[in-house]
């Protein structure tokens, strides 16, 4: 029941924040008797709240987010780094971690210039789209299943080929480079976050292309490198830096589909 509950609340986004009934039951896939239900319960709650274009998180959660973000040792360690990060590369910074199939941004550091990359905090982001994502499917021991590789911007990579041999060269330089894959315009370089336990997600550099082109990727791409090298062992990670993907597995080499 805890994992409906959980299904019925990931329903809903920074881009997505209102959802009717008939939205919940076609990204859950439940059945409608089911969905009403848990939609119903959510609300008398107090989780839920309702107005003429359909259901939102209730503003509950907003106070639940500032009292998580207080208690996270992974985010008062990455704040440092962040902004020093944001100064040295003069562009927008942001941590994210690794959910089932997607990723979601739980801490950033925007640039000071006037025009820059920004995300949100909470937002979710794809996988296959984004140096931040590709750098998590280089280096995690256990590939999600992936949905079609839908094309968001003029850059997305839509080919698993093409996408398996992208990984490949992240996994030996060790940091990831993106242009215009989730968004015309936006270019980014990411590396990976590990704790104790293994992979935890991606840090990331982005910014406009005329600023990101390939004639910075190297430079920027050593400097996420050495950021999230420098945030992995602060969270207790000791191994190889940039860490080695298991491949013994050949099922978990190849990008899959759901």
């Not at 911007?153 to 080919?159: H, V």
């Not at 336990?197 to 910014?207: A, F, P, Q, Y």
């Not at 090298?229 to 099922?251: F, H, M, N, W």
Request: hydrophobic content about 40%; proline content about 4%.
């Amino acid at each position: 029941m805890l994992d409906r509950f959980v299904s019925v609340l990931s329903c809903f986004s920074v881009h997505a924040p209102v959802a009717t009934a008939a939205d919940v039951r076609e990204r859950t896939g439940l059945p409608p008797t089911t969905t009403n239900r848990l939609i119903r319960s959510l609300v008398e709650r107090g989780i839920l709240s309702q107005d003429p274009r359909g259901y939102k998180l209730s503003l509950r959660f907003v106070g639940w987010a500032e009292v998580a973000k207080a208690g996270s040792d992974l985010v008062e360690a990455s704040t440092p780094i962040l902004a020093e990060l944001r100064d040295r590369s003069g562009e927008s910074t942001g941590l994210a971690l690794l959910d089932n199939d997607c990723r979601y941004v739980i801490n950033n550091c925007s640039s000071r210039r006037s025009i820059v990359f920004h995300t949100e905090i909470g937002q979710t982001l794809p996988l296959y789209a984004g140096s931040g994502g590709k750098v998590i499917l280089a280096f995690t021991d256990h590939l999600p299943n992936l949905r079609r590789l839908t094309k968001l911007a003029s850059g997305t990579i839509t080919s698993r080929a093409k996408l398996e041999k992208e990984l490949e060269v992240i996994r030996e330089r060790g940091w990831a480079y993106a242009q215009s894959e989730r968004e015309d315009g936006l270019n980014s370089v990411a590396a990976p976050v590990l704790d104790a336990s293994g992979l935890i997600g991606s840090m990331t550099i982005g910014g406009p292309a005329f600023r990101m082109g390939e004639d910075r990727a190297e430079e920027l791409g050593l400097m996420v490198l050495d950021a999230a090298r420098e945030l992995s062992l602060a969270i207790g990670y000791q191994g190889k830096y940039p860490p080695v993907r298991d491949t013994g597995d050949t099922q978990n080499t190849t990008i899959r589909r759901r």
